[in-house]
Every structure is written in structure tokens, then in C-alpha cells.
RNA sequence: GGGCAGCUAGCUCAGUUGGUUAGAGCACCGCUUUUACACAGCGGGGGUCAAAGGUUCGAAUCCUUUGCUGCCCACCA
């Protein structure tokens, strides 16, 4: 017999045991394979953690990811899979060399680049995300993650960069890299490009100005920037629009537009056009403004890069303008146009602001020379085991991103996002993947500065590319190359994420055993990011999908709803919890009431909550403990000795069930709310109060504690584990015992019983001494009668409903110790078809509480009146279901069955109380 | 502008293919320190399932419309 402390305290535990876990090395497959762990029937099951940015620490969202990874890996691993969860994180290129740009400034470094270089400036980027990552990796073991740190990964690594080049090289060679001249999403403050998804939108109010270009000019125009409008090349109409028909085709010369260069404007016509907008007319600056843009393509016009990276003006702009900020350059030209009475109004209208999703800043569009993914252009996929895809057919980007959902060979959990992605896909254009920063993988292109340093001969302006340095131009055999100075994107290598990390390009075992990966759990809001690059990556490179299924989880909010931010000061810190309620409460709070792809509201009540949880499992271990002499590992299905035992095994194995087939189905909240239930009410409110009663229970006991631990393991793993070894002392993890088995045995008829006539007898007992004001002290006396069942309407007591009497009475009075003790009854008597006057429970069983000197008539009387009514009340509900012939024709004759059932009871219930109350 | 969710007890949410008098946790009220647990136990109150219409014998559940709330997408200059 063991005793364990009162109260569990998860800091006094959770450390050492996870470091037993990881010293155990379980968290590795090849372990667990070596020690006869897994089942090879079974096969493999594999997870990439998605890598979290070393930009910093982890935070409540990635507790919630980690949460339900560990679930289902643990879940997995017990099994038999052969499972692999496997982390790293990710260098988040302008993301993490944003930060440390930031950091370096608040230091007193005024510009950190240009200041330090290049290398110096990556050595403090690489300082940064090493402490960065090693917090992450601590904040992940802290929660109890039981990923194989043996294969731990860095999106900007060695292997990884080979996997990037070898893409890159890959992808050029098919043509569907490019580097081209096209209008780019530019961020003058990181001084980058970003891709199309980068982009945000901000709803503002801005100034809508109205002004002609010139007074010869016919048509006037609106803008919220009139800036760019020195870079204008055309007006653009609607067709349809009668006012400027006559117009259009025609071309003007505007000199000295707004004091600068001199504009050449066609008038031309598109379709798009809003007629109702502004002056119906819309002035096209083609190099910046996407639609601009294609107008500009469609129309065959010049563009004029009136911005430059810095955001300041171009020569382009005209002499006066040039250097000058953007926002100088609007009032000026606003005032030249006041000036020179080209002016009609100035109105605020809403207006959406492109920003930049790392910084914040208003985005720049301008013409830029880059490098892009085709997403549109035909290849042929070799080794396609894409279904519906063979070798020799000719595929887009777009389309395997598109197959592989449409043949299910991927499944979206929640299928609703499926749709977002289909979307997504369709208004997909080529991808720009070089960025101007210096914190990530570099493009592995080199250019020929010539034979004899500028004197290339023709075919050296070739980009070279290629996976390893090259020695020399091939063209001229010049030795000075030059890199390109642009990096990737850092979504180009984290699409490699889930067979980079098993080693590809190099064929490895563990490319063989865990690729496809099994599932990939992440949120919502990375779905086009990372999930849809990461399907075009690996469709592409291997011809194979990169995980069978998709499992999107919401945000955490704070508990009013609202984004938990710095500024707000609302944010919950998973350490802060973990050292507060324990990593099992954060584990808990964050898995029950979470549904897949739905927001969670998180509170620190709802964390206090589930610690209340642990620590009444840690109880109930501690009260099943003092009565298991004998703690055994290997158990058996026991033998129930009483009813009372068939019903808590029938529970039990119902309650088995139910959580594998909710994890099966990634309900992990209701496979969680599920067992809380059965430990909670079942097991400790009933079970362990009858058990304290009937005693003699060590086997069953030992049953159910070693089952419950097995399945609370993968929700609550510390607690589970520290139970465990308090109660088998040497034995092997819990972490590796087997997944409790579903036995297929039928719920025993006796536990149904159970419920219908013990639990209920106890509980009116119960109900009704707190309505009388019963003191929990005061043990009283009890009459029970058992008559006949009301579901065979006879008067006249034949042999069967003897029989079935005389069943029912022995049933009940072999349970009377628990009916004594658990409604606190000194003395109960029985009969047999008395019909004595007290609450009826049904099937013909009456309870008479001895309450002579306690009741208070009037108020008895109160009660009875007031059941009646609301049973006469039900009673008319359902004689009017019953007289009604179309219910009467048209539902099943079960569900009619159970209405007249109903019935009965009830009117024996009415008839009954009204004697009483005569 | 297009799309997707959500609207069920004071709060957070369950409610699987339509079929008990719609459930749980927290909060609330009353009682209890009955030796596993007061981070507990027992009992209790509380909802015309956002609104309207429709389908059906029967709707929280299916259909239509409307109203809020949130999110995503989009080139109204």
C-alpha cells in the first residue's frame, strides 16, 4: 500500500520526467523499432512540427499546436506506429532580420547594415535566432512534446540549403524559374519584394482628388495619389460610357505636368472600368499599380517607374520631383494643380491601404527585375503518383496543386477550407520568390563578369545555375562570377519542409519509411503561406503529396475574443501557466472545448479549471492506490462480482470506445470531454463511493487505474506518467504501454439496470432529503416497493409478471448496502406490490422516505401540486402526438411505441401522486 | 463587392445521419469539513436553440429570406 501527497504539485514532477522520456529515446522510431515497440502491421505514422520562427519565443498558439501534435503522436506511439513527430523551426527571413534590425537601433545603432556589412550584420542575425531557438526548443519540452530531437531541423541549414538549390536548379532547368521585368509588391522599409499573400489591407479614409492634367485636357480624372500621376500614360474609360466614346483612341501631350516631365496620355477603353466611380474615368500609372499594370500589357503602353526602393521620386518624374519622399511629392503636385486651376474637389472616401504583413508600412508597387515561379507552365511530372496524373501528361503548378485535393488524395479538416483553397489557387499568379534581404538561403545563381572583366562574349549574360559553386563561365571560361545578392523567400524552403527534413535529395530509409507524412497540423492562417506551397513543393520535386491529411486549428483569443496582443496586455504566456496550473492544465485547456478550424477563447479560469482536474485524478489514483495492495501491469478485463462492478466495466470499455474513435476522427475535445465525464462522474462520484461500501474491489480497481492512465496519457502526460511510477515503481513508461484495446464485449443488461433502478433510488433519496432539509448527519429510514412494470397494462398479476417482480425485488435488495449507504439510510425496508404512497421512479418502483417529524406537510403538498401540473402538462403534449393520425401513419412504430410508453408512465405516475394527496 | 463561419443557460461551448421534457463545464443559490480530493461532495435554479417563413406526422438539426458578429479574398482609381 502506497500513499501518495495530498495534493499533486506538477513542478515537483514534470522535469524529471521528461527527462526520462527523452533519455529513454523513445521519441525516436528507430528506437522504438529496435526495442520491439512497434507493430509492424501497423505502419508508419510521421509529423513535421511546423517550425516556428526564431523570432522570438513561443507563445499561447504554439502551446495549442503543440498540445495537439503531442496528442496524437502519443496516441500513435501507444499504438504501435511506427512514429515520428519531427521538429526544427524556421530562419522566417525578413521576419527574424527585421527584429534584429530593430534591436540593433534600440541598441544605438542607427543603420545596422550599412554599418556593420553583410557578415558582421548575419552574425548578429545568427545570434539572435540561435538564443531564439533555443528558448523554442526549451518551451517545447517544457509542454511535454515527445518529438525525435535526433532529427531536428533548421530551415536554413546545410542539408536544407542543398534541398533549396537542388529545387531551384531543378525548377530553372524546367523553365519554371524566370527572372523577369514585372511590377512587384516592394516594401521601402524592408527594402524588399514581397509575394502577392505578404500583401495585408487596411481600411483607411483617404482624399479622393478631382482635377483634369491639363486645361486642353477633356476628361477629368480621381485619384487618391495624385503623385503617381506623373506617371501616367493613359486614361481609361468604360466602352459603354457615352460621355467619352468620341474620346477615345485619341492621345495627348501634357507639358510640364505638375511642374515636372511631360505626359503622353492615350485615351483607351476597358471594360473594368467603373462608371459610377469618381468621374468615370481612371488615370493609368502602369508602374504603380497592379491593375495599371495589365491595362498598361493589354493596351501595349509604356511604363514609367516614377518611384523608386527608396520610396523617393525618379528622374522620370521630372527634374523638380527628383529625391523627393512620396508624400512631399502629393502636395506638391496637389498644389501645382490649385495653382494652375486644374483643381475640382478634394472628398474622403474609404479606401484600402496595402501594408506590409512583417512591418506595417504601405506598400509601393513598382517595376522591379525578378525571380519567379511560373505557376501556369506546362511540364511533364515524372514519377507522378499523383492520381489522375500520369508521367507522360503535361501539368501546371496550379493544376497538381488542385488535383490533389480534388482526388482526395489530401484531406482539408475542416473540408469547408477546401473551397478557400480552391480559390486561393484560381487567383494565383507566378509566385516572386527573391527578396532583397540578407537573412536566408541565396539564390543559387551566378552572372559572368566576362573574360577579361567586362568584355563577356554573347550567351555570358546567361544567368548560371546551379547546386554548387561554379568554377567558371561555361560560355567564355571566365573565372569572375558574381552571385546574385538576393535570397529566396523564406516559403521556398519551408514547402521542402516535409522531405527536406528527411534528407532529401540523398534517397534515405526515412524518406522511404515517413514520406507522404501522415498529417500536418497547423493554423488556419498559414493555409496559403505555407500548406499550399508546401503541396506545390513536394507535388513538383517528388511527384507525391506531402502529408495524407490537413488538420487546421483556429487562434487562441483572449476570453472576450479579442487577438491577444502586446498593446492590449492580454496576452497568456504558456510558461506562465505551465509553472502556475501545470503543463497538463495548459495542455487540457487549450485540447477540450477546441474544435478544428474554430477560434478558441482562453481564460485563466478555464486553465484553473483542468489543474481542479489533474488534481482529482491525481486523488483518485491516490484513493484507488490505498486500496490496491498489489499493483499489477499486465491486466486483464477482470470478472465483475456485482452489478455494480458490470456497470462501471460496461462504462469503462463504452468509454474506450468513444475516445478512439474521437481521436480517430480528430475530435479531440469531445474524446477529452468524453473521459472526463467517465473518471469524474463515473468513476469517483459513483464507482469509488460504492467500492468504499462493498470493498473487496483491488482487481477491478487496478483495471481501471491502469486503463484511465493509458487513455489520459496522450491529453495529460505528466500527471499520467508521475501516477504511473508512484504505483508500479520500476516498471517501463507509461509512454510506451499499449493504447487500451476496444473489447467488444456488449453492455451487459444488468448495468443498464443499474442505472434505471440504484442510481435513480439513490438520487431521489438524495433530492428529496435536501428538500426537506434533511442534515447529511441524520441517517433515516426508507420503504421501498417494487410492483409490477407499467409496460404490461394488466391489473391482474399472471406468472409472468410475478416472475418479473420477484427478479426486480432481488436485484434492488442485493444492492441495499449501497442504497443505505450512499443515501445515508439507517434502515430500508421492502415490499412487494404495496402501492404505497410515496415518489414513484418508474417500472413500478416506489420510494417512502421515513420523514415523520422532518416534513412539512403544506410544503409537500406544494411540490406534489407542482408536479402534477408539469406532468400534466407532458401528458397533453403527447396525447395530442398520439390522437394525431398523421404522426399516427407516418412515424416509425418504435417511436410511436416509446410515446405510449411515456404515456403510461406518466398517468400511473399522476394517478398515483393524486391518491397521495388526498 | 465576393465568399466562409458563428449566433443554444450569466459565460465558454457540445448536440454525428430530423424522433426522451435540449446537455456539459464554469459561474450562481442552498447544504456538508462523511479520513482520496474544499483544486471537494450532495442538492438546486436557469434556455420560446438570433428572427421570420417553408418542408415534414415531427425541426436546435433540412430549405429560403433577414438581422447581427467575426474572418478570408478582391485591381473601385
Redesign the pocket.
Known amino acids: 500500500m502506497k500513499e501518495l501527497p ?4 506538477p513542478k515537483k514532477y514534470e522535469n524529471d520526467i521528461y527527462k526520462r522520456w527523452e533519455e529513454s529515446g523513445f521519441f525516436n522510431p528507430d528506437n522504438c523499432e529496435k526495442f520491439g515497440l512497434v507493430d509492424g502491421a501497423k505502419g508508419s505514422f510521421s509529423m513535421v512540427l511546423p517550425p516556428p520562427n526564431v523570432t522570438g519565443t513561443l507563445h499561447i498558439g504554439h502551446a495549442s499546436m503543440l498540445a495537439i501534435q503531442d496528442l496524437v503522436t502519443r496516441y500513435k506511439r501507444m499504438q504501435g506506429f511506427r512514429t515520428l513527430w519531427l521538429p526544427g523551426t524556421d530562419h522566417a527571413a525578413i521576419a527574424t532580420q527585421t527584429k534584429v534590425e530593430k534591436l540593433l537601433i534600440e541598441k544605438g545603432i542607427k543603420d545596422p547594415k550599412k554599418e556593420l556589412g553583410r557578415d558582421k550584420f548575419l552574425a548578429e542575425v545568427e545570434k539572435f535566432a540561435q538564443e531564439s531557438h533555443d528558448t523554442i526548443i526549451d518551451q517545447c519540452k517544457k509542454m511535454g512534446s515527445s518529438m525525435d530531437w535526433s532529427r531536428e531541423s533548421y530551415t536554413l541549414d546545410e542539408a536544407r540549403n542543398l534541398a533549396v538549390r537542388t529545387v531551384f536548379k531543378k525548377m530553372y532547368d524546367d523553365g519554371l524559374i524566370y527572372r523577369g521585368y514585372r511590377l512587384v509588391n516592394w516594401c521601402p522599409r524592408c527594402k524588399s519584394t514581397l509575394a ?2 505578404e ?3 487596411k ?1 483607411q479614409i ?1 482624399k ?1 482628388y478631382t482635377f483634369k492634367y491639363s486645361k486642353d485636357f477633356p476628361i477629368a ?5 495624385p503623385e ?1 500621376k506623373l506617371g501616367d500614360v493613359a486614361v ?1 474609360v468604360s466602352p459603354e460610357d457615352v460621355r467619352y466614346a468620341k474620346y477615345i483612341d485619341q492621345e495627348f501631350v501634357i507639358k510640364n505636368f505638375g511642374g515636372g516631365a511631360d505626359l503622353k496620355i492615350k485615351i483607351i477603353a476597358e471594360a ?12 493609368v ?1 502602369p508602374a504603380h ?3 495599371d499594370y ?1 491595362m498598361a500589357q493589354r493596351n501595349d503602353l509604356p511604363i514609367i517607374k516614377i518611384i523608386d526602393e527608396d520610396g523617393l521620386m525618379t528622374k522620370e518624374a521630372g527634374e523638380k520631383y527628383l529625391g523627393k519622399a512620396v508624400k512631399v511629392a502629393r502636395a506638391e503636385v496637389v498644389e501645382w494643380l490649385k495653382a494652375n486651376n486644374l483643381f475640382e474637389k478634394e472628398e474622403e ?4 491601404l496595402s501594408i506590409c504583413y512583417r512591418c506595417g508600412y504601405a506598400i509601393e508597387p513598382l517595376p522591379s527585375r525578378q525571380w519567379f515561379v511560373d505557376v501556369n507552365k506546362e511540364f511533364i511530372l515524372p514519377n507522378s503518383s499523383i492520381e489522375g496524373i500520369k508521367s507522360s501528361d503535361k501539368v501546371t503548378l496550379k493544376k497538381l496543386m488542385q488535383q490533389v485535393i480534388n482526388n482526395k488524395q489530401i484531406e482539408i479538416i475542416p473540408d ?2 477546401e ?2 483553397y480552391f ?2 489557387i484560381n ?1 494565383l499568379r507566378d509566385w516572386c520568390i527573391s527578396r532583397q534581404i540578407w537573412y536566408g538561403h541565396r539564390i543559387p545563381v551566378w552572372y559572368c563578369r566576362g573574360l577579361d572583366k567586362g568584355k563577356c562574349l554573347p550567351g555570358c549574360e546567361k544567368p548560371l545555375v546551379s547546386v554548387d559553386v561554379p568554377q567558371k563561365c561555361p560560355n567564355c571560361g571566365s573565372v569572375d562570377l558574381v552571385q546574385d545578392p538576393d535570397t529566396l523567400d523564406t516559403w521556398f524552403s519551408s514547402g521542402l519542409w516535409t522531405f527536406s527534413t528527411l534528407g532529401w535529395p540523398n534517397k534515405t530509409i526515412d524518406l522511404k519509411n515517413f514520406h507522404p507524412t501522415s498529417l500536418l497540423e497547423t493554423g488556419y ?1 498559414i493555409l ?1 503561406f505555407w500548406v499550399a506551397r508546401m503541396i506545390l513543393m513536394t507535388t513538383y520535386t517528388l511527384g507525391q503529396i506531402p502529408f495524407e491529411k490537413v488538420y487546421l486549428h483556429g487562434l487562441v483569443r483572449d ?3 479579442r ?1 491577444m496582443s502586446k498593446s492590449l496586455g492580454n496576452v497568456i504566456n504558456p510558461l506562465d501557466t505551465i509553472s502556475e496550473f501545470g503543463a497538463d492544465a495548459t495542455r487540457l485547456s487549450l485540447l477540450l ?1 477546441n ?1 478544428p ?5 482562453l ?1 485563466q ?2 486553465v ?2 483542468f ?6 485524478l491525481w ?2 489514483s ?2 484507488m492506490l ?1 486500496n490496491i495492495p498489489n499493483p499489477k501491469m499486465d491486466v486483464k478485463l477482470p470478472e465483475a462480482k456485482t452489478v455494480s462492478d458490470k456497470w462501471i466495466l460496461t462504462h469503462l470499455s463504452e468509454t474506450i470506445e468513444d475516445t478512439r474513435s474521437n481521436i480517430d476522427s480528430y ?1 479531440f ?2 474524446a477529452g ?1 468524453k473521459l ?2 467517465f473518471t ?2 463515473e468513476l ?3 464507482y ?2 460504492i467500492a ?1 461500501i462493498e470493498g473487496g474491489k483491488e482487481e477491478i480497481l487496478n483495471y481501471i487505474l491502469n486503463t484511465i492512465l493509458k487513455l489520459w496519457h496522450p491529453f495529460m502526460p505528466f500527471v499520467t506518467e508521475a501516477i504511473w511510477k508512484e504505483t508500479y515503481r520500476d516498471a517501463e513508461l507509461l509512454m510506451m504501454q499499449k493504447y487500451p484495446d476496444f473489447n467488444q464485449k456488449k453492455a451487459e443488461e444488468e448495468a443498464l439496470l443499474f442505472e434505471l433502478y440504484i442510481v435513480r433510488i ?2 431521489k433519496t ?2 428529496l ?3 426537506f ?1 434533511v ?3 441524520s441517517k433515516i429510514n426508507a420503504l421501498i416497493d417494487i410492483a409490477g412494470s407499467v409496460f404490461i397494462p394488466t391489473v391482474e398479476i399472471d406468472q409472468q409478471i410475478e416472475k418479473e417482480i420477484q427478479e426486480k425485488f432481488k436485484f434492488i435488495k442485493n444492492n441495499e448496502a449501497i442504497i443505505k449507504g450512499l443515501g ?1 439510510l439507517e434502515h430500508v425496508d421492502f415490499s412487494m406490490n404495496k402501492f404505497i404512497n410515496g415518489s414513484h421512479l418508474g417500472r413500478g418502483v416506489t420510494l417512502a422516505l421515513d420523514l415523520a417529524g422532518v416534513v412539512d406537510l403544506e410544503k409537500e403538498k406544494d411540490r406534489l401540486q407542482k408536479e402534477i401540473e ?2 400534466n ?2 401528458i397533453s ?2 396525447e395530442s ?1 398520439l390522437s ?1 393520425t ?2 399516427v ?4 412504430s418504435a ?1 410511436i411505441e ?2 405510449k410508453q ?1 404515456l403510461a408512465e ?1 398517468k400511473e405516475k399522476i394517478s398515483k401522486i393524486s391518491n397521495q394527496l388526498k
Request: aromatic share 10%.
Open positions: 495530498k495534493a499533486y504539485e502577392d499573400d500583401v495585408e489591407h481600411e483617404a479622393l480624372i480621381a485619384t487618391t495619389r503617381t481609361a473594368g472600368v467603373d462608371t459610377t466611380f469618381g468621374t468615370g474615368a481612371v488615370g500609372t499599380s497592379a491593375t495589365e472616401v474609404p479606401n484600402n469547408r477550407f473551397k478557400i480559390h486561393w487567383n492562417d496559403f476570453e472576450k475574443g487577438k472545448g474544435t478550424g474554430n477560434d478558441l477563447k481564460s479560469e478555464k484553473e479549471g489543474r481542479n482536474f489533474t488534481n482529482k486523488n483518485i491516490r484513493f490505498l475530435q475535445s469531445l470531454e472526463r465525464d469524474w462522474n469517483a462520484d459513483w469509488l463511493e468504499k439513490i438520487s438524495r433530492s432529503r435536501a428538500d432539509k442534515k447529511p448527519s445515508r408539469s406532468l402538462k407532458y403534449g403527447i402526438k394525431n398523421d404522426f401513419e407516418h412515424a416509425p417511436v416509446k410515446e411515456k406518466a
